[in-house]
């Protein structure tokens, strides 16, 4: 007869579950008399004891099933959350007055942390939780399970505000990634085919260790003076020669023409923009292009220092896994492609790079998840975003109002992440890693 082999438990689903029970121990909710005075603790056992055990089986068995079961389980401990939660709220302002608030408390944050670790669990399992946590979230804000709640009212008296901040985040943090993108994978491409230009992953990881902060500060004079002196068409055209100068001698005269090339560029364009001013007299043309950069957005404080600030963050991953995923193709590939004529140019859009895809995705998943948590200090600088609530919240001592910016910020950085990795996944096993 053949012997079943034993079973172990997931040490993932298992720290779940031990967090899980831990929260039950702890106070669930706070009543506040107003949105800024201290709260005094419940524990959910106060308002829903059969509800509290029902959960407590329920991590018992996240912690022991695998598979679709351990999925269901988590998702039913997912509704359990939001509903007791819900009953709380209803309980604790039954016959308070219209300023009293319904705050969260350890227990509550402490059972979403063991739901996420729960996620991973399941998701390392291949099952369907992604897909399940959605329709668990979308089924409890359905029913109002949270609308009671302070960070929710907070959010009803600031909705229309909320979405205008929700777009500036990610108009912020999506044009810092592209940017990004399209600055950071030639980059890595570059330094993966020419050992001269290995100082980029030296540069982008020394720009990692300058705090957000400092270089919002850094950029902040230097931009209010490069927008003050500097003239929109004197820029655009030292962008455009810049690019077409670095093409064209990089590969013959290295840095030292490439910087001359540079400098004889931008001198030769301020002396065409000064031409062009005195010929074009005062017409449209001359006002739209004569304009310093000031008054085409390019300021101080604002999207602009935080737009360059953000793309310089989201660089040393773009840079390095480019970088890794290109050096990692397998000369036997590479020596195929060569076999079979490839050019060089052939060799690197048909074999090389679409062996590297995989990396270079995991890359951007890295660059928009950390650019999602940095644009929060944008709103320092006047840029806006989702950090305004976060300020607003710390200035006026209002926790609930904290929360309604910081809440969202991290959903928008888990959905981003996993929605590109399953993206990743499915290239990966598309071009057979």
């Not at 006002?287 to 950069?293: D, E, S, T, Y």
């Not at 220092?305 to 480019?322: D, H, S, W």
């Amino acid at each position: 007869m053949r012997e079943t082999p034993p079973r172990y438990l997931d040490p993932v689903a298992g720290l779940a579950a031990g967090l899980g029970v831990l929260a039950l121990l702890l106070p669930w909710l706070e009543l506040k008399s107003s949105r800024i005075a201290p709260g005094e603790p419940f524990h959910v056992w106060d308002w829903q004891g059969f509800g509290a055990l029902a959960l407590l089986i329920l991590w018992a068995g996240v912690a022991r099933a695998q598979g679709p079961a351990q999925v269901g389980l988590l998702g039913l401990a997912l509704l359990a959350w939001g509903l007791l939660t819900g009953q709380g709220a209803d309980a604790l302002l039954s016959g308070q007055p219209e300023s009293a608030r319904v705050s969260p408390a350890g227990g509550f944050w402490l059972t979403l942390l063991a739901l996420y670790v729960g996620y991973f669990a399941a998701y390392r399992q291949g099952g369907w939780i992604l897909l399940t946590v959605l329709l668990g979230l979308a089924l409890l804000l359905g029913l109002g399970a949270f609308d009671r709640l302070g960070p929710v009212v907070e959010f009803q008296s600031w909705r229309e505000q909320f979405f205008t901040e929700l777009w500036r985040h990610l108009s912020l943090s999506g044009s810092a990634v592209l940017l990004a993108v399209v600055v950071g994978v030639p980059l890595g491409v570059l330094a993966a085919g020419n050992p001269r230009m290995g100082w980029v992953l030296g540069v982008t990881g020394f720009l990692q260790t300058i705090p957000s902060l400092a270089l919002f500060g850094l950029l902040l004079p230097l931009l209010a003076a490069i927008s003050q002196g500097l003239r929109l068409e004197i820029a655009l055209g030292a962008i455009v020669l810049g690019m077409f100068a670095f093409r064209l001698l990089w590969a013959v005269s290295g840095w030292l023409a490439v910087s001359l090339a540079l400098s004889l560029g931008l001198l030769a364009l301020a002396m065409a923009g000064a031409w062009l001013n005195s010929l074009l007299g005062p017409d449209p043309l001359r006002i739209v292009l004569g304009a310093p950069l000031q008054e085409s957005g390019v300021r101080g404080i604002g999207a602009a220092p935080a737009v360059l600030a953000l793309t310089l963050y989201a660089l040393l991953p773009l840079v390095l896994n480019t970088y890794t995923g290109l050096r990692g193709v397998p000369e036997d590939a590479r020596d195929a492609g060569r076999g079979m004529g490839m050019s060089p140019e052939q060799l690197f859009w048909r074999v090389e790079l679409p062996l590297a895809l995989p990396l270079i995705l995991e890359g951007i998943r890295s660059a928009a998840s950390l650019t999602i948590g940095i644009t929060t200090v944008a709103a320092l600088i006047g840029a806006g975003g989702l950090g305004f609530f976060i300020l607003r919240g710390v200035e006026g001592g209002a926790p609930d109002m904290v929360l309604l910016g910081a809440v969202p910020i991290i959903l928008l950085a888990l959905l981003v992440d996993s929605a590109l990795r399953f993206a990743s996944m499915a290239l990966r096993r598309r071009v057979g890693i």
